[in-house]
């Protein structure tokens, strides 16, 4: 086992890990930006070093600096958390040529599902339902128009590089595809340096169903069920819960043996998730492959009783899985707690909070590195809390959810905890039928 494991992010999945690693004995370094010398992860980690200023490029991004600190604390292996360079192929081939575990997925790994295409066609020959579309990248406008009336409008054309809504273009009729491709490209190649687009199919009232996945470096993979993340704004997650109100346990069976033989495919290590569309007849189809934890990873760990944290570093030291699958044995549900204004446009509100009060009581879990006095930077994504909780039944869960809101008080800032406190409310999100698209012509002016 790791004796020292230095984690390479900040806020609370950073808090995250450094817990985790206490109760297994690791001891951990902290890496943090000038804006976060102030964080918790700094004070609660055994030693803590300084990368760089506030911008993500010159701290949490600069791989340099992250290996030095890992070699002048004596770190025998890095954890990356989620975002930053959890799913970036180089600083793992780095870590690698160190000898600093990445307690992640391998560089072969993470260029296999993060081109798009090519993890569509890898999950093809798996045997994994994929969705009608382009075999890899599109050459040209005409070729897009082609395939297009051939697998019949609506049609979506992608980033190879994606992520986060941009590049991601719907087309609905022939007329619009010259203009959405030019933007879509002009978007991805800003965003990504990359402009390869490709297109699917678009599939109309979807649900976006994902499936934790634990593999090792034996071979075996373990599925622990599923999410359904399909509150969502702008391609953003804003709700997430398991099970899903709309999988039954058929198609659950289906798509954990897709996600199982998936992750084979590739011989993953480390905790992972696959992601699919679920059309409104039932049929599933693989969207994409997340190489790494997902922040919504902790309602997962409510309904199974597993720490993926804990089996994350488990895997990485040569500990195999069990190849046994898991089943919810009971509901849960997460809101992503944002320093954003939901009632102008989900703007972000960073600053100063001068009071708070986080909400507690049975089955309530606060994932949060936030603190009264606490000065929310404005360089990095505006998430300051995850409010999870659990109860035997859905219609138990969202009543929970509703009194930790109101219990959950915030003063200093704008949160998005109006509009989680309106959506427990909502008839149609408590009858568990709505599809990603559901946020699009929601009213937030009465927040």
Not at 225 to 234: A, K, L
Not at 238 to 260: D, F, K, N, Y
Not at 299 to 315: A, C, N, P, R, S
Not at 325 to 345: L, S
């Amino acid at each position: 086992m790791f004796k020292k494991i230095l984690i390479a992010n900040r806020g609370e999945i950073a808090l995250r890990i450094i817990r985790t690693c206490k109760e297994m004995g690791i001891k951990t370094v902290a890496v943090y930006s000038t804006a976060d010398k102030d964080s918790l992860h700094v004070r609660f980690a055994d030693e803590a070093v300084c990368i760089g200023p506030a911008p993500s490029k010159q701290s949490y991004l600069n791989m340099q600096s992250i290996i030095s600190a890992a070699e002048i604390t004596n770190a025998d292996a890095i954890h990356p958390g989620y975002g930053f360079l959890s799913e970036n192929a180089e600083f793992s081939r780095i870590c690698d040529a160190y000898k600093i575990k990445f307690i992640g997925a391998s560089a072969e790994q993470i260029n296999q599902m993060g081109d798009k295409a090519t993890a569509k066609e890898t999950m093809k020959k798996a045997g994994v339902p994929v969705i009608p579309g382009s075999d890899g990248l599109l050459s040209s406008v005409e070729e897009g128009k082609a395939l297009a009336e051939e697998i019949g409008y609506p049609v979506i054309i992608k980033a190879t590089a994606g992520g986060g809504g941009r590049g991601m273009r719907i087309i609905r009729h022939a007329d619009e595809f010259q203009k959405h491709w030019e933007d879509a490209k002009m978007e991805s190649g800003a965003a990504f340096g990359n402009d390869g687009l490709y297109l699917e199919k678009f599939i109309e009232e979807p649900r976006h169903i994902e499936i934790q996945i634990v593999g090792d470096q034996y071979g075996n993979v373990s599925h622990l069920s599923e999410r359904d993340c399909s509150i969502q704004r702008r391609h953003q997650k804003l709700i997430e819960e398991t099970p899903s109100p709309i999988v039954s346990p058929e198609l659950r069976e289906q798509m954990g043996a897709a996600a199982v033989a998936g992750a084979k495919a590739i011989r993953y290590e480390g905790a992972g998730t696959i992601e699919f569309l679920v059309d409104k007849y039932g049929k599933f189809y693989f969207m994409e492959m997340n190489t790494r934890i997902q922040v919504e990873h902790p309602i997962t760990e409510e309904v199974t009783g597993f720490d993926l944290i804990k089996e994350q570093i488990k895997v990485a030291a040569g500990e195999p899985v069990s190849g046994t699958h898991y089943y919810p044995n009971q509901y849960a549900m997460e809101c992503r707690i944002n320093a954003e204004d939901p009632k102008n446009g989900f703007r972000p509100s960073p600053g100063v909070i001068k009071q708070i009060n986080l909400p507690g009581g049975h089955g309530v879990r606060v994932d949060s590195h936030v603190y009264a006095g606490y000065v929310i930077p404005p360089n990095y994504d505006s998430m300051i809390a995850k409010l999870i909780v659990s109860a035997p039944t859905r219609e138990e869960v969202i009543v929970r959810m509703k009194r930790a809101l109101q219990e959950f008080f915030i003063d200093g800032i704008k949160t998005t905890i109006p509009f989680h406190l309106k959506m427990m409310d909502d008839e149609t999100f408590k009858s568990g039928y709505f599809n990603t698209g559901y946020l699009d012509n929601f009213d937030f002016s009465d927040l």
